[in-house]
């Protein structure tokens, strides 16, 4: 990550200040050969695990991907995929929130009126930030790397045996900083100031339609983009910072959208849940645009969960 803020021209204090105030160390990278859209087909694969799906939705925080500029994109992926007759939307212009956005419009797509039983939805999640150093720089908060994750949603009456439950979402949509990374100085002052605020009202309106508390939130998935972010919501809120799970911060950093779902993969395959844990998965950008998802960890009934987040990644910058 080092090298990536020196080769966009940011002093050694500043480049102290990524690593010692935001604990960014490493950000993934793809390696010469390999592209986002394999990923994204090799993630999709593994969480389909050979089973289908009626819908994929891909969640993006730039607006214009390299790869998708090509013809014939959505036609690709999806015969890659297995899913040659899926229908296949893009969901993006919500920046990071994108990916839980997904997950969140595929909850409802089960909710609909009409809804069969069985029906799936796969969402993909991914962006391929290192075609520009530029690009990868949000100024002042974190180094955006490259990486995919992709999970299953299914509907209640699926007689498989999903690993997470979802609860509820709750989300914040903030106009006044509409401008993103053209604010002036005092629009992304008040934003920062703003953003804990914001978070905790997205939180609490997934906790309240639960009919739960924050309380009674077991972890949090949080957003990788920070380190000095989340001390600050941990103190004005009094969540313990042990219920945030940033183990993935140093060595992943920030990585658009996915980074709720990876961190919730890596503290599932670490052994840290348990079931009947809830789990918070969070995400905010600017726009400014925040999403909180609450699950929970379903009973251990099967050796092979269908509802997994798959993450691909390549070199370390």
């Known amino acids: ?54 819908v994929v939705l891909y969640g993006h ?12 994109f959505t036609r690709r992926l999806s015969r890659a995929l297995g899913l040659p007759d899926a229908q296949f939307y893009g969901i993006s212009y919500v920046n990071c929130v994108s990916v839980l956005r ?26 391929h ?22 999970v299953v949603v299914h509907s209640a009456d699926d007689h498989g045996f999903p690993r997470y439950r979802f609860l509820s979402g ?18 992304s002052n008040l934003f920062s100031r703003s953003c804990v605020g914001h978070l905790t009202t997205a939180l609490r309106e997934a906790t309240n339609t639960a009919g739960l508390t924050l309380t009674d939130v077991d972890w949090i998935m949080p957003d990788l983009s920070s380190n000095l972010f989340w001390r600050n ?5 009094g969540v313990p ?27 599932d395959a670490t052994g840290l849940l348990r079931p009947g844990d809830r789990c918070a998965l969070v995400a905010l950008g600017p726009g400014a ?3 909180a998802l609450l699950v929970e960890v379903a009973p251990e009934t099967s050796s092979a969960p269908p509802v997994e987040p798959i993450s691909r990644g390549g070199a370390l910058e």
Do not use: K, W
Request: overall charge negative; some cysteine.
């Open 289 to 291: 645009y925040f999403e």
């Open 129 to 150: 930030s290192s075609v520009s150093d530029m690009a990868r720089i949000v100024p002042g908060v974190t180094v955006v790397g490259d990486a995919v994750a992709a």
């Open 233 to 237: 919501f941990c103190r004005e809120t």
């Open 102 to 127: 997904a997950v969140e419009v595929a909850s409802r797509y089960h909710a609909r009126p009409g809804a069969r039983p069985g029906e799936r939805v796969l969402v993909l999640g991914g962006d």
């Open 170 to 187: 709750g989300s914040v949509r903030d106009g006044r900083f509409h401008r993103n990374l053209r604010m002036t100085t005092e629009e």
């Open 241 to 267: 910072r042990e219920r945030v799970c940033l183990d993935l911060l140093p060595e992943r950093g920030h990585n658009s959208g996915v980074d709720a779902l990876l961190a919730l993969q890596h503290a």
């Open 61 to 72: 925080s730039q607006s214009v991907q390299d790869f998708a500029c090509r013809p014939g």
């Open 1 to 54: 990550m080092d090298r990536i803020l020196e080769r966009t021209g940011a002093s050694a204090m500043q480049r102290r200040m990524f690593a010692r105030f935001h604990g960014l160390r490493d950000s993934p990278t793809l390696i010469p050969g390999e592209s986002l859209e394999g990923l994204l087909v090799e993630a999709g694969c593994a969480a389909l695990a050979g089973l289908g799906a009626d």
